[in-house]
Each structure stands twice: as C-alpha cells, then as structure tokens.
C-alpha cells in the first residue's frame, strides 16, 4: 500500500461523526477520515448485521472487539475474533462479512 499526499495528522475517532449504513440486516455506524488516497474508519457493526453486497475493494481490517465472519465468493468462511485481522488486494476475493454479536473493526482502503 502507498499512501501519498497525507501529511502526518491524528484523528479523535470519538469527535467524529458517525454515519449508518444499512445492512441487509443490521446496520453499521462508520467514523470515517479520508484524505489523499487512504480512507481510515472506524465501524461498529450492531448485532445480526449482515452486509448487503460482495465487496472488491481492497481492505486492511482489524477486528477490535466481538466477532466477525469473512465469506467470500468461492465459499469459504473465516471466523475472526478481537485481535484478528485480514488484508486483501483490490479485485481479488470478493468478501461479505456478518455478525451475530456485534463487533467493532478498525479499516484502511
């Protein structure tokens, strides 16, 4: 990954605020920081969310608390607990993700 044109700054996840996005059940509530060519979140999925599309784009993702499953297009599943994290390219491995608990991750695409 190579970030350019972002000089060095700190983000205060609690003052930003956060926006939902419905899931195909469930909703998620991103605290987002764009610049450049990153987009940082923050995202805490409620219980029973699950997404409502395949995703291509290319992630870093740290699972901070609860537990998410990772499925992707050719059928497997990855179960991720807090601690855990996937990195994935763009355009390879289109995943969804869901949860039954809830879990709050930590994304960089």
Request: aromatic share 12%; hydrophobic share 40%.
């Amino acid at each position: 990954m190579k970030i350019a044109e972002v000089p060095f700054c700190v983000v205060d996840w609690a003052s930003v605020s956060p926006t939902k996005h419905a899931g195909k059940t469930g909703e998620a509530f991103w605290r987002t920081f764009e610049k450049g060519n990153i987009r940082v979140r923050m995202v805490q999925y409620t219980p029973g969310y699950v997404a409502d599309h395949w995703c291509k784009k290319g992630h870093v993702l740290l699972v901070m608390e609860g537990e998410l499953v990772i499925e992707l297009d050719d059928g497997r599943k990855f179960v991720l607990k807090a601690g855990s994290s996937y990195q994935v390219a763009e355009d390879i491995n289109p995943h969804r993700s869901f949860t039954k608990t809830g879990a709050r991750l930590f994304i960089v695409d």
